[in-house]
């Protein structure tokens, strides 16, 4: 069975500074890593995937993420935290490409200080 | 245009009622899903559909009975409404063979009293 873990229930940085969301997961096969923010009485939307290929995945917002099959780690990275990132950050895990489950970590809150 | 519809958006009804939470993709999505999101904000799958095809029940109260006419639609129809079913209800689609990320809807907030 797969599972993800999110280790922070909080993250709180001043704008400008880097931002780093962590998460750790477990599968049998190969991991298919998806990253999802969450604003405040919305749904969730895509940041980024890792499922084949470079272990630093860019994506949206100017958020990256790096794989590592040794730590089974998929942090998330932002170089200069933005107010605007504010927000809850989730963490997700499928096993491998015939696994119909897509497995959420308990989400990160993200508190970006003027 | 909306690529995962739900709805409605909200939905508050008394203990004991039945309701339905309609949902579309028009992405051509093979796996739609259901997930529930509690007041934790813990996001947990309920079903999860591949072709018309029930693969993924978790462990849901058979009160929770989803139904998919076709590949774009996904409803859940919840009887004898209980005081803990009160959480945000999205559905989501994806093409897991092809690597997709899943598309959620923007949530259906239940409230039962």
């Known amino acids: 069975a797969q599972s993800v873990a999110q280790p922070e229930d909080q993250v709180n940085v001043a704008e400008g500074n880097p931002l780093t969301v962590k998460c750790t997961y477990s599968?049998?096969?190969?991991?298919?890593l998806f990253w999802y923010v969450q604003y405040p009485n919305r749904g969730l939307q895509f940041l980024l995937k890792?499922?084949?290929?470079?272990?630093l995945v860019k994506g949206s917002y100017g958020f990256e993420a790096e794989f590592n099959k040794s730590q089974t780690s998929f942090h998330l990275k932002k170089p200069s935290a933005l107010v605007s990132d504010s927000a809850l950050y989730f963490c997700?895990?499928?096993?491998?490409?015939?696994?119909?489950?897509?497995?959420f970590g308990a989400g990160t809150t993200v508190t970006v200080r003027a | 245009d909306t690529a995962v519809s739900q709805t409605p958006k909200y939905l508050v009804t008394q203990m004991g009622n039945d309701k339905s939470i309609k949902c579309e993709q028009n992405?051509?999505?093979?796996?739609m899903y259901w997930y529930k999101q509690d007041s934790k904000k813990f996001l947990k799958i309920m079903f999860s559909?591949?072709?018309?095809?029930?693969?993924i029940n978790e462990t849901v109260p058979n009160r929770f009975s989803p139904k998919s006419p076709d590949k774009a639609h996904l409803n859940l129809h919840i009887n004898s409404l209980e005081l803990g079913d009160s959480a945000v209800y999205f559905c989501?689609?994806?093409?897991?063979?092809?690597?997709?990320?899943?598309?959620f809807g923007q949530g259906t907030r239940l409230t039962v009293v």
């Open positions: 989501a689609s994806s093409h897991p063979e092809r690597g997709t990320e899943a598309f």
């Open positions: 599968v049998s096969g190969n991991p298919y």
């Open positions: 890792y499922i084949t290929g470079d272990n």
């Open positions: 997700a895990v499928r096993d491998g490409r015939n696994d119909y489950k897509l497995s």
């Open positions: 992405l051509g999505h093979d796996t």
């Open positions: 559909y591949n072709n018309k095809e029930l693969i």
